[in-house]
């Protein structure tokens, strides 16, 4: 194919070519984006409108969660390639996808939020019908991720109504205009009904795998043999898995077996292995559902599919105690709290390193005050000068220029740097709620680890070693809770302290091996090897100079 590119002298052709090539390179996303690029650009020139939507729909979709900054080129890009208010529901869709999937995979909501205010900032007699379709589904989007991340669940149904609207509106348009935007609607909406515990979740569901066969009967271009078709029906078949209590066993089964068919012609076998331990899950045949968990964590791991496993753990504990099998449930929970702690750990480092520049920015701003107040008795001196001393005016007014430039510079110098700091403060402000809602969610970690033990040691007759576990594990997660609050105080203290620092000469090869011998407590993980080399003796002495308080 390749080959027949400088033969084709048509931009419909030369599509019709890189469409192919695109086709060929299956889920590698690496090989398909060029040719996708190269499509588009054809599509455009030859004016092929289902080719350019198509194209810029592949790589939206697949760049939202990978890349960002490409992503927010691709969806500018649809503004000048599909212009007018013919594809403004289409552009509207490219960036509906974009933030759902900043908000589900990057936990995301600034950007939704940012989005929002934007629309707001305008007249609302004054914006378009799409741009109001668009703050509806935006506003459903921003209630849902928040109620979620609040774990204020009683607030999801509230998100309903604004994408309904949405729907309802969307329907005064040509399917053709409507069609991809409906079915990020009906997708949410699916989702809604999913938490809400509503039966209209899987009408929601087919619709989106209605909307997706009538979208591919559009394209009567040309031939496409190695298309994908079944991607989206095998995910859409999974999702109806979900639904567990609002459908019928019956139907339940006719889902499971469309998705496990799609997804065995694909050689998906993580979808295969996910979803089938779904499935057992539901049918309540457990040890099916965590022989299938085991299989979906192996394939993750092997083949480097990013995957929040905690949740997938946590599941696994919850069928292992269903199963009478406390051992493994409780080897689970361990799992799961090691890499909760680990990715809380990780999040609050960088939160914390983040906060260190709102001192910075206090330090430049003091900085910046004397600088100003050095310049303005420099003037006001100048000018005593030039009225008692016209003698001596020119040099003096050469000297004085000299330091104005000098002392102009680093006014200058300190104004930018300033703004880079007030920058990373405003961006650090954001870390700080983070990392204050992190350090909630870390706290309940521990308590609820040591409340479910509680309850386990308290509740049946386990043998002495089982209760000897679950004493242990209360013990950790006392342990993790007590250290994560005497860290949070000692933070506080050195924050708020204004007292310099004690000094005195220490041995860094003995702090080495403190530190290395509480890590290895904390890890308990024995496939990691904790090494040393060096020995004591390596004093660092005390400086005559006092230190700031960090």
């Given amino acids: 194919m390749l080959t027949l590119l400088p033969k084709t002298p048509d931009a419909a052709g030369r599509e019709r070519i890189y469409v192919q090539l695109a086709d060929l390179s299956g889920d590698s996303l690496e090989l398909a984006a060029p040719h996708w690029e190269a499509a588009l650009a054809e599509a455009h020139k030859a004016g092929d409108t289902y080719g350019c939507k198509d194209a810029l729909d592949f790589l939206v979709r697949k760049f939202a969660d990978r890349d960002t900054r490409r992503a927010e080129k691709y969806i500018a890009l649809s503004d000048s390639i599909l212009p007018g208010s013919r594809h403004a529901l289409f552009r509207s869709s490219l960036y509906a996808y974009y933030?759902?999937?900043?908000?589900?995979?990057?936990?995301?909501?600034?950007?939704?939020?940012?989005?929002?205010?934007?629309?707001?900032?305008?007249?609302?007699?004054?914006?378009?019908?799409?741009?109001?379709?668009?703050?509806?589904?935006?506003?459903?989007?921003?209630?849902?991720?928040?109620?979620?991340?609040?774990?204020?669940?009683?607030?999801?149904?509230?998100?309903?109504?604004?994408?309904?609207?949405?729907?309802?509106?969307?329907?005064?348009?040509?399917?053709?205009?409507?069609?991809?935007?409906?079915?990020?609607?009906?997708?949410?909406?699916?989702?809604?009904?999913?938490?809400?515990?509503?039966?209209?979740?899987?009408?929601?569901?087919?619709?989106?795998?209605?909307?997706?066969?009538?979208?591919?009967?559009?394209?009567?271009?040309?031939?496409?043999?190695?298309?994908?078709?079944?991607?989206?029906?095998?995910?859409?078949?999974?999702?109806?898995?979900?639904?567990?209590?609002?459908?019928?066993?019956?139907?339940?089964?006719?889902?499971?077996?469309k998705c496990i068919g799609l997804a065995r012609a694909r050689g998906d076998m993580a979808e295969i292995y996910s979803t089938s331990a779904r499935y057992y899950q539901c049918t309540g045949d457990y040890e099916r559902a965590v022989a299938y968990i085991d299989s979906t964590i192996t394939v993750y791991k092997s083949k480097g599919i990013k995957a929040d496993l905690a949740p997938i753990y946590a599941t696994q504990s919850y069928l292992y105690e269903e199963m009478g099998d406390y051992k493994n449930a409780l080897k689970a929970v361990r799992t799961t709290n090691n890499i909760r702690f680990n990715e809380r750990v990780e999040e609050a480092q960088s939160s914390l390193a983040e906060m260190q520049t709102l001192f910075e920015v206090g330090r430049l701003e003091f900085e910046k005050s004397r600088l100003t107040g050095r310049i303005r008795f420099i003037a006001l001196l100048a000018g005593g000068i030039l009225v008692l001393l016209l003698v001596g005016w020119s040099v003096y007014q050469y000297v004085m220029v000299r330091q104005l430039k000098q002392i102009r510079r680093q006014l200058t110098d300190a104004n930018e740097e300033i703004t880079r700091q007030s920058r990373r403060a405003m961006e650090s402000e954001k870390m700080k709620t983070a990392f204050i809602n992190s350090m909630c969610h870390?706290?309940?970690?521990?308590?609820?680890?040591?409340?479910?033990?509680?309850?386990?040691?308290?509740?049946?007759?386990?043998?002495?070693?089982?209760?000897?576990?679950?004493?242990?594990?209360?013990?950790?997660?006392?342990?993790?809770?007590?250290?994560?609050?005497?860290?949070?105080?000692?933070?506080?203290?050195?924050?708020?302290?204004?007292?310099?620092?004690?000094?005195?000469?220490?041995?860094?090869?003995?702090?080495?091996a403190e530190r290395l011998q509480i890590q290895r407590e904390l890890s308990q993980n024995p496939s990691v090897e904790y090494i040393l080399k060096g020995g004591g003796g390596v004093a660092a002495p005390a400086s005559s100079r006092p230190m700031k308080p960090i």
Avoid at 175 to 203: F, N, P, Q, T
Avoid at 454 to 471: V, W
Wanted: glycine fraction near 4%.
């Fill in 442 to 512: 870390e706290i309940r970690t521990p308590l609820n680890a040591i409340n479910g033990f509680s309850d386990l040691l308290l509740e049946g007759d386990h043998d002495h070693n089982t209760r000897r576990e679950f004493r242990e594990q209360i013990w950790a997660s006392t342990t993790a809770l007590t250290t994560l609050l005497e860290n949070m105080l000692e933070l506080s203290s050195l924050v708020s302290s204004e007292e310099p620092l004690p000094l005195a000469e220490t041995d860094l090869g003995l702090l080495c």
């Fill in 99 to 257: 933030l759902w999937k900043q908000m589900n995979d990057n936990n995301s909501i600034e950007t939704v939020t940012r989005a929002l205010e934007e629309l707001k900032g305008k007249n609302y007699d004054r914006l378009t019908p799409e741009e109001r379709i668009e703050w509806e589904l935006l506003t459903g989007l921003a209630i849902d991720f928040s109620s979620v991340t609040t774990e204020a669940y009683d607030n999801i149904a509230k998100a309903i109504p604004y994408v309904e609207r949405a729907l309802e509106n969307l329907r005064k348009y040509p399917l053709e205009e409507r069609l991809h935007l409906e079915k990020i609607c009906h997708d949410e909406l699916s989702d809604l009904y999913m938490l809400c515990k509503d039966k209209r979740a899987e009408e929601q569901i087919g619709q989106c795998i209605d909307l997706h066969r009538k979208w591919l009967a559009m394209d009567d271009r040309f031939e496409r043999p190695h298309r994908d078709t079944t991607g989206y029906m095998m995910r859409a078949y999974a999702k109806m898995v979900y639904l567990r209590d609002l459908i019928s066993r019956d139907k339940l089964n006719e889902y499971y077996q």
